[in-house]
């Protein structure tokens, strides 16, 4: 059975699949990479350089996929390679984006006694193939690893977003949040890692990403 909340002896491995297409670049890209490093630090500070509480994954998609963080502690993790967006990327393609999250979920697929795996999806336009993302999606929804049943949040960046398809892409509606503007990104991501502190599983942990 998955744990009911997150610590040294119950790691939560955390999927970030990050849009990095050419709609990112500029502003956008450089507030992702700053959420980025702000949420990092708000996880050292949660283990308190004892134990690592997380494990960190990171793919990046343009028109090609790129895994640049597998399953690294937030205490190793350079963060100079998680946080040198650019948005030179090319389109979106999602669906390989999202094909490649549930990869490396099946590859590292944890234990039994590990908080549930969460994939958290950030786009700002539209993915080339829709079908083939909402088929990709999906696939992620429907699996079973051995930390337990993965859960997917699509957050929507700026005005150019299709809310509707990221409803049908996360886990669930409420699992589906639009960020208005892109420094939202530097309140949202460091929040997420003060969510260990929740007891009683993933709905506690869902409810407080609900309400960040």
């Known amino acids: 059975m998955p744990a009911p909340r997150v610590t040294s002896n119950s790691p939560w491995h955390l999927v970030f699949v990050l849009d990095d297409s050419e709609s990112m670049?500029?502003?956008p890209a450089n507030t992702l990479n700053r959420a980025?490093?702000?949420?990092?630090?708000?996880?050292?500070?949660?283990?308190?350089?004892?134990?690592?509480?997380?494990?960190?994954?990171?793919?990046?998609?343009?028109?090609?996929?790129?895994?640049?963080a597998e399953a690294e502690s937030e205490q190793t993790l350079d963060k100079a390679k998680v946080t040198g967006f650019a948005g030179s990327s090319?389109?979106?393609n999602?669906?390989?984006?999202?094909n490649e999250a549930a990869t490396l979920l099946k590859r590292r697929s944890g234990t039994t006694n590990d908080f549930d795996p969460y994939v958290f999806l950030l786009t700002d336009g539209q993915?080339?193939?829709?079908?083939?993302?909402?088929?990709?999606?999906?696939?992620?929804?429907?699996?079973e690893?051995?930390?337990g049943k993965p859960r997917l949040i699509a957050i929507g960046l700026g005005d150019g977003v299709n809310m509707p398809f990221l409803q049908q892409v996360a886990s669930n509606q409420e699992l589906a949040k639009h960020l208005q503007n892109h420094e939202d990104l530097v309140k949202f991501f460091p929040a997420i890692g003060t969510v260990v502190s929740s007891a009683g599983g993933t709905q506690a942990v869902d409810q407080a990403i609900i309400d960040i």
Do not use: C, W
């Open 25 to 27: 670049t500029g502003a």
């Open 36 to 68: 980025l490093d702000e949420m990092l630090e708000e996880m050292k500070l949660l283990s308190q350089g004892t134990k690592p509480y997380f494990k960190i994954s990171v793919i990046v998609f343009g028109s090609h996929v790129k895994v640049i």
């Open 90 to 92: 090319g389109t979106t």
């Open 94 to 98: 999602l669906a390989a984006a999202l």
């Open 127 to 143: 993915p080339d193939d829709p079908a083939a993302a909402l088929n990709a999606a999906q696939a992620i929804r429907s699996m």
């Open 145 to 147: 690893v051995a930390a």
